[in-house]
């Protein structure tokens, strides 16, 4: 699969049916402590609601350039979620995923999933969901069938102040365990424009961490 093909068919198929509860957030970001010591962060949010269906698109970019290491890395998943009407708390997913670490041994993996979801926390402050799936992965050496888990939490801590954590795991037979997790912290500035901080940490499996400061604008 052409991955320029996966992210512009990933990135339609999240905006198909557009309505007046589709939102989008898009950040730029970084850490420059000198010429030689330098992280760029890139990422857009897509979430589109109608009904009983919700639509995601995520999209990150990670470039860190230092004496220590050399760090790029891309990720970007739509997922698409089906809301029982006789259990609102339970859903079922299908998503598409494509990351690339220049890290890691295989560097470029697609997969696609299909799993179950439960709402754990749903109140004006606090988010909670928590998914499980089974993805078909593939890469330029191997296929196969893992397990995917993710937890997502959200925490509105004043009218100005959010607070979002993402954990996500996978496991297979031939890939090594992936960990993924990322914290952020966003202070709305005005209207649709933000400031946060935000730490990325991943496993698969070399450990990296990448720490940035961030401004977005929602639209």
């Known amino acids: 699969m052409n991955k320029i093909f996966y992210i512009i068919f990933a990135?339609?198929?999240s905006i198909a049916s557009i309505n007046a509860n589709a939102q989008a957030e898009a950040k730029l970001g970084g850490v420059f402590i000198n010429s030689d010591d330098r992280t760029v962060t890139a990422s857009i949010d897509y979430n589109n609601e109608r009904d009983q269906w919700q639509r995601v698109f995520e999209l990150d970019y990670v470039n860190k350039d230092s004496d220590e290491k050399k760090l790029q890395k891309f990720n970007t998943h739509t997922k698409a979620n089906y809301t029982?009407?006789?259990m609102p708390k339970h859903y079922v997913l299908g998503q598409l995923v494509y990351d690339y670490d220049q890290t890691r041994p295989v560097q470029d993996r697609y997969s696609i999933g299909f799993?179950?979801?439960y709402?754990?926390?749903r109140t004006e402050k606090f988010k909670a969901s928590n998914e499980l799936s089974f993805a078909r992965l593939e890469t330029n050496e191997f296929k196969e069938v893992m397990l995917r888990n993710s937890f997502w939490f959200s925490y509105?801590?004043?009218t100005n102040i959010r607070f979002i954590?993402?954990?996500l795991y996978e496991e297979g037979d031939k890939s090594d365990q992936y960990y993924r997790n990322e914290t952020s912290f966003d202070y709305v500035i005005k209207e649709n424009f933000?400031?946060?901080?935000s730490n990325i940490y991943t496993k698969d499996p070399i450990e990296n961490n990448v720490l940035n400061i961030n401004f977005g604008v929602k639209f």
Do not use: D, Q
């Open 165 to 167: 954590n993402k954990f």
């Open 84 to 86: 029982f009407k006789s």
């Open 115 to 117: 799993g179950w979801g």
């Open 11 to 13: 990135f339609l198929f």
């Open 119 to 121: 709402k754990l926390l």
């Open 156 to 158: 509105n801590i004043t």
């Open 194 to 197: 933000t400031i946060g901080i």
